[in-house]
């Protein structure tokens, strides 16, 4: 008697563990809605080529990683003519001559040779419908990006570490890549010692995206600008982008925090930069950005102003932010600065853009200053 009782609280224990497998939460924001794998029976690779395989097939998948998938050395590696435009000191990153980058923009700087993982250079394809989720802080792909594209719909991406994308190498690898996609949610992430970007939006539409909770680490031995701090961190120009940018942790890194043109409507809420050596925002022609609710901690500069061809609003004062409230469906929440040149916009002109969307609520600075270190990337559900 006691034998079965026993069996059946295992059995009973083993159906809540099973259940409570997958996604946890929902996206806020421009991807509002999206699920993912929806209630596929979960499944859990073990191999690199499993996690390839359950990541591009035409099946709705919840994905659940429970180790490190390691890539790294699997695809070779190639060796090589690159460049040095930032120098040939130890802490300065190098160039690929991908496309003849180096040739075509850089013909000046040092050669110097370089021999990098091939693995890095493209990341694995993410088809439709697909929920990639760690489970604890075990899901960890080394080596290898995610790659969203060609018309990839309806995915979330959730509590993994992408990392060691050839980092001392520009051009060496992104960790995720989105171009030509919609709805797609990447909760929970972090990313480390990436050759180029950490999140990039390429220039076909991605459409509406939420990226939240994540932390971008630019800490690497290898940098452009050569400080230990990576520049190369955020790129979002798709030609027809919602992009929600709420909750995420984004530090030690020295511009392009994100890159903002194409067309992108970015809501940037509640976020927390911090040991920025150059320059968080760089806004081109094409961007509409709202900054509310965060915090901007020993940020050099808030704004790249050596170039400022699209539009922000920076939620400057009570006042001022009240202009929201038509739009956004709240009124904007004032940003905290310490050790940071802040920049001032009023520009409400296209907050008009807002409207009829789904929009994250916001909460203020110093909310955001005490939770967002401790809640940000993997292991933090």
């Known amino acids: 008697m006691k034998s079965t009782i026993f069996f059946g609280a295992a059995l009973t224990a083993f159906a809540k563990l099973a259940s409570g497998a997958g996604v946890t939460g929902a996206a806020e924001g421009f991807a509002q809605g999206v699920t993912g794998g929806g209630s596929a029976t979960p499944v859990y690779p073990s191999t690199n080529a499993e996690l390839v395989s359950y990541l591009g097939d035409s099946s709705a998948r919840v994905i659940i990683l429970t ?57 694995i394809t993410v088809k439709s419908n697909k929920s990639l989720v760690g489970q604890g802080s075990a899901g960890v792909i080394k080596g290898k990006g995610l790659r969203i594209v060609s018309g990839a719909n ?26 030509n996609t919609d709805m797609v ?43 230990g701090h990576h520049y190369w961190a955020m790129y979002f120009t798709g030609s027809n982008d919602l992009v929600t940018l709420k909750g995420n942790y984004i530090h030690h890194t020295s511009g ?29 022609s094409g961007a509409y950005i709202v900054v509310e609710g965060s915090v901007f901690q020993n940020v050099d500069l808030m704004v790249d102003t050596s170039s400022v061809g699209g539009k922000i609003f920076t939620s400057p004062t009570s006042s001022a932010n009240a202009a929201c409230s038509a739009y956004l469906g709240h009124t904007c929440q004032v940003n905290a600065f310490g050790s940071t040149t802040s920049y001032v916009s009023s520009d409400t002109s296209f907050l008009s853009n807002f409207s009829g969307k789904n929009i994250a609520s916001a909460s203020t600075a110093s909310s955001a200053q005490s939770s967002v270190p401790n809640n940000a990337g993997i292991g933090k559900i």
């Not at 300065?92 to 850089?106: G, H, L, P, T």
């Not at 999140?199 to 076909?204: A, E, F, K, P, R």
């Not at 031995?221 to 400080?227: E, F, I, L, R, Y």
């Open 154 to 179: 309806n995915i979330i991406i959730q509590n993994i570490h992408i990392t060691n994308l050839n980092p001392k190498y520009v051009w060496g690898g992104d960790a995720i890549t989105l171009d």
């Open 256 to 284: 392009r925090s994100p890159k903002v043109a194409g067309n992108t409507l970015l809501h940037a809420v509640n976020n927390y930069w911090y040991a920025n050596s150059g320059h968080a925002f760089e806004v081109d």
């Open 185 to 227: 949610w990447i909760d929970h992430v972090k990313t480390s010692l990436i050759g180029r970007q950490h999140i990039v939006l390429g220039s076909n539409p991605s459409k509406r995206v939420t990226i939240s909770n994540c932390e971008i680490d630019g800490s690497s031995s290898w940098s452009a600008t050569c400080d």
């Open 67 to 123: 180790k490190t998938f390691d890539f790294t050395s699997t695809e070779g590696t190639t060796t090589g003519t690159g460049c040095a435009p930032w120098g040939t000191a130890s802490a300065c990153q190098v160039a690929i001559n991908k496309n003849s980058w180096c040739d075509n923009y850089e013909p000046d700087a040092p050669k110097v040779s370089v021999s990098y993982d091939n693995a890095g250079s493209l990341g």
